[in-house]
C-alpha cells in the first residue's frame, strides 16, 4: 500500500507538471520501489521485535518510530541530500530526475512513517505476532 501510494503521488505529479514519461524518468520506478521496501522492512522488522518484548501495539509502534523511524529518516535525507544536486543540472532530463527522485523518496518516507504503522494497528497482520513457544 505505501508503495501504491507513493508511485500514484509521483506519476500523478509528473502528469499533472506535464513531465513526460522516458528512460530517465521510467527509471524512477525501480528507485521507489527499492527504498519503499526498505523503509518498510526496516520499520517492520523493529516492530516484530518490540512487539514481542511489550505485546502492546501502540507501544510497540510508538518504540518503533522513535528507533527505526529515526534511521529511516537519516537514510531518507541523507539520499534527498545526495540526488538533490542532479537538480542544479544543466541537462534537463537530469535536472527532471533529481528533483522526482527527491519527491519520490519523500513521498516513501512519509508513507513509510504514517500509512505502514496505520495499517499495522488496524490490521494487525499475523506474520507480525511473536512466536508462541
Known amino acids: 500500500m505505501p508503495l501504491l501510494v507513493a508511485t500514484l503521488f509521483l506519476f500523478g505529479l509528473m502528469g499533472f507538471l506535464g513531465i513526460s514519461l522516458d528512460i530517465v524518468t521510467a527509471l524512477l520506478s525501480s528507485i521507489m520501489?527499492?527504498?519503499?521496501?526498505d523503509y518498510t522492512i526496516h520499520f517492520l522488522w523493529r516492530y516484530k521485535a518490540e512487539y514481542a518484548v511489550s505485546n502492546d501495539i501502540k507501544k510497540a509502534?510508538?518504540?518503533?518510530?522513535?528507533?527505526?523511524?529515526r534511521g529511516i529518516i537519516f537514510n531518507a535525507f541523507s539520499v534527498i541530500i545526495g540526488f538533490s544536486v542532479l537538480m542544479f543540472s544543466g541537462f534537463s532530463p537530469l535536472r527532471f530526475?533529481?528533483?522526482?527522485?527527491?519527491?519520490?523518496?519523500?513521498?516513501?518516507?512519509?508513507?513509510?512513517?504514517?500509512?505502514?504503522?496505520?495499517?499495522?494497528?488496524?490490521?494487525k497482520p499475523g506474520f507480525l505476532e511473536p512466536k508462541q513457544s
Open 61 to 69: 509502534v510508538s518504540v518503533t518510530l522513535v528507533t527505526a523511524g
Open 33 to 37: 520501489i527499492g527504498v519503499g521496501v
Open 97 to 123: 530526475f533529481g528533483v522526482l527522485v527527491v519527491v519520490s523518496i519523500f513521498s516513501c518516507l512519509i508513507s513509510a512513517l504514517l500509512l505502514v504503522p496505520a495499517i499495522v494497528t488496524l490490521t
